[in-house]
């Protein structure tokens, strides 16, 4: 299984990004997509979740309201788009895939991460 993240770069504060995730999981219309990062220094932790058919999708107090979550299941494609970045934004951001997990960092399947930095 490979997740395939993409998308990370530099941006300055106030600015957007779109982060991809491409997810050989199959059937990738039954798994729940999830985002995490981890800054420099500090754990991992959870950014926003989407569940496997799209109906529901949780986010982090952090990123609630500038970030949104979707998936496009004919693409096989978790995004994260996200608004307003501010440079506590800045680390490694990973997508996972969980036929049970949501929220948890327990997801069975993860990518190999991409950077964002947000310069103030």
């Known amino acids: 299984v490979q997740l395939q993240a993409y998308g990370g770069g530099l941006v300055q504060a106030g600015g957007s990004l779109r982060l991809s995730c491409v997810s050989s999981v199959r059937p990738f219309s039954l798994y729940n997509m999830g985002w995490f990062r981890q800054a420099q220094g500090k754990e991992r932790e959870f950014v926003a979740a989407i569940a496997w058919n799209s109906d529901s999708a949780w986010y982090s107090d952090s990123v609630k309201g500038r970030f949104t979550i979707s998936r496009d299941s004919t693409k096989n494609t978790v995004y994260l788009q996200m608004n307003s970045l501010k440079p506590e934004d800045t680390a490694v951001y990973y997508c996972?895939?969980?036929?049970?997990?949501?929220?948890?960092?327990?997801?069975?399947?993860w990518g190999q991460g991409t950077q964002v930095t947000v310069s103030s």
């Open positions: 996972a895939a969980d036929r049970i997990q949501l929220l948890s960092n327990k997801y069975t399947h």
